[in-house]
C-alpha cells in the first residue's frame, strides 16, 4: 500500500517535472520548477523513511549531506560571500543529490500502463520539439525565443529521447525511435550534442556486443569512440581546457568569459588548498547575483560578462565551480560518478538486460559532456536527468535482490 502510494506519486512527479521542468521551462519563464520538484521528492523521501521499519536511512545519503554542511559551515567561516549568497548556493549545489538520492531511496516501481502513458508523452513533445527544430532551421533566432539557447533545445531532446528508451521495452523499434528523437537536437548545432549523439551511437547499438572485461578489441572499439567525439568537438576543447591560450594572450585578459573561468578556477584550485574558496564564490548563480570579492582580486571583474554591471556569463559553465570546492571537492566530485558507474557495472556482471547499464552510462556521459559549457546539473533539465538516474539505479538494486534471491531458491 505504502509502495503503491508512492509509485503513483512518483508517476505525477515525472510527469510534471517533464512538462514544466524539461519542455516548457524556457517557453513559460517557470524558474520555481525545479525547486518545486526537489521539494516534492524531499516529502516523498519523508514520507516513505516514516513508514519504513526502524527509519532506514541511507548512510550514504547523509555523507553527502553532511559533506555540503561541512562546506556551508567552512563558506561561513571564510566568508566567501554575504550569508544569504552562501545558503543559496548551498541549496543550488545540493537539488541535483537530493533529487537523485531521494528518488533513489523511494525506489518507485511504474506499471506498464504509467510507463506507456510517459513512452506516449515523450513521442508528442519529440514531434512539438521537431516542429520547433524546422522552423528554428529558417530563423535562426527563433529557438531563443522558445529555449532561451539552442544548448537548451538540446538537452530537452536528449531527456525526451532518453526516457522514452528507458520507459519502453528496449527493442529495435524503441532503439530506433530513440535515436530518430535523438537526432532532432542536431539542430541545435551544439559540438557537446554531436559528441553525446556518437557515445549515445555506441551504448545503444554497439554495446551489447561488447563484453564488460578488459581486452584489445574493447580497449580499440573505446578509444575509436572517444577519438570520434574528440573529432567533433576539438575546437571547444581546445577553447576550454589548454589554459596555456590564456597566458599566452597579449596580456589584457579579454578572452571569452568561458575560458577565463577554467583559467582562474585553476588559479583558484591551488590558492585555496584544499577545500577551495567556498560557495557562492565563484563561477556560480549566486556568486553573480551577489557579486562575489574573489572576482575583483583575480582582475576577473574587467572581463566582459562577468563584470558586475554584465555578468551574464558567469554561471555558463560547471566544471569551474568545482574551484569552490578545492581538490578535496573535485575528488569527490568525479568520485559520485565513478560510484555509479561502479555499481551499474556490478548489476551488469549478474544481468544480461544491458537497458539499465546502457542507460545509466547515457546519463553520466550527458553530464560528464554537459558540465564542460553549462551548469545544467544544477538546473532544471539536470534535475530531471537525475531523479531519472535515481529511478535507475533503485530498479537495478531491487532487480539485483531479485536475482538474488532467485538465485538462493534455486539452490534450495
Not at 51 to 56: A, E, G, I, L, Y
Not at 150 to 176: C, E, W
Not at 355 to 377: G, N, Q
Request: proline letters at 3%; glycine letters at 4%; a positive charge.
Amino acid at each position: 500500500m505504502i509502495q503503491e502510494y508512492i509509485n503513483r506519486h512518483f508517476y505525477y512527479l515525472a510527469i510534471f517535472a517533464l512538462v514544466f521542468g524539461v519542455i516548457f521551462y524556457d517557453t513559460l519563464n517557470l524558474t520555481f520548477t525545479d525547486e518545486i520538484c526537489a521539494l516534492y521528492a524531499l516529502v516523498l523521501y519523508f514520507f516513505y523513511i516514516y513508514h519504513t521499519p526502524n527509519w532506514r536511512i541511507s548512510k550514504l545519503f547523509l555523507a553527502v549531506i553532511g559533506i555540503f554542511l561541512f562546506y556551508l559551515a567552512y563558506s561561513f567561516i571564510i566568508h566567501s560571500n554575504v550569508p544569504s549568497a552562501i545558503v543559496m548556493d548551498f541549496i543550488i549545489q545540493l537539488k541535483p543529490y537530493l533529487g537523485f538520492f531521494c528518488i533513489f531511496a523511494i525506489a518507485p516501481e511504474l506499471n506498464k500502463k504509467r510507463r506507456l502513458i510517459i513512452q506516449l508523452l515523450c513521442i508528442v513533445f519529440a514531434v512539438y520539439l521537431f516542429i520547433l527544430g524546422l522552423v528554428a532551421l529558417t530563423d535562426k533566432m527563433f529557438l531563443y525565443h522558445f529555449m532561451v539557447h539552442p544548448s537548451r533545445f538540446a538537452t530537452a531532446v536528449s531527456i525526451v529521447a532518453v526516457l522514452y528508451l528507458y520507459v519502453g521495452d528496449y527493442s529495435i523499434k524503441d532503439k530506433l525511435v530513440f535515436l530518430a528523437i535523438l537526432a532532432i537536437g542536431f539542430v541545435s548545432g551544439r559540438s557537446k550534442f554531436f559528441g553525446f549523439f556518437l557515445i549515445s551511437l555506441f551504448l545503444v547499438f554497439g554495446m551489447p556486443h561488447v563484453r564488460l572485461k578488459l581486452s584489445l578489441k574493447n580497449v580499440v572499439v573505446i578509444f575509436v569512440v572517444l577519438l570520434g567525439v574528440f573529432l567533433v568537438a576539438k575546437n571547444k576543447i581546445f577553447l576550454y581546457f589548454d589554459i596555456s591560450n590564456f597566458e599566452s594572450s597579449d596580456g589584457t585578459k579579454d578572452l571569452i568569459a568561458r575560458l577565463a573561468l577554467y583559467y582562474f578556477g585553476w588559479v583558484i584550485l591551488k590558492d585555496f588548498i584544499p577545500f577551495g574558496s567556498g560557495f557562492a564564490s565563484y563561477a556560480t548563480f549566486a556568486s553573480s547575483e551577489y557579486y562575489s570579492p574573489l572576482y575583483a582580486k583575480y582582475d576577473i571583474d574587467k572581463i566582459y560578462g562577468l563584470s558586475p554591471d554584465y555578468n551574464e556569463f558567469i554561471c555558463d559553465t560547471y566544471y569551474p565551480v568545482l574551484a569552490q570546492f578545492g581538490f578535496a571537492g573535485v575528488i569527490l566530485f568525479f568520485a559520485f560518478w565513478i560510484w555509479i558507474l561502479y555499481e551499474a557495472i556490478k548489476w551488469q556482471k549478474i544481468s544480461p538486460d544491458f537497458k539499465k547499464f546502457t542507460i545509466v552510462v547515457l546519463i553520466v556521459s550527458f553530464f560528464l559532456i554537459e558540465c564542460t559549457s553549462d551548469a545544467t546539473i544544477t538546473h532544471n533539465r539536470g534535475l530531471f536527468m537525475m531523479m531519472l538516474l535515481g529511478w535507475i539505479m533503485a530498479e537495478m538494486k531491487r532487480d539485483a535482490k531479485r536475482v538474488a534471491a532467485d538465485k538462493t531458491n534455486d539452490e534450495s
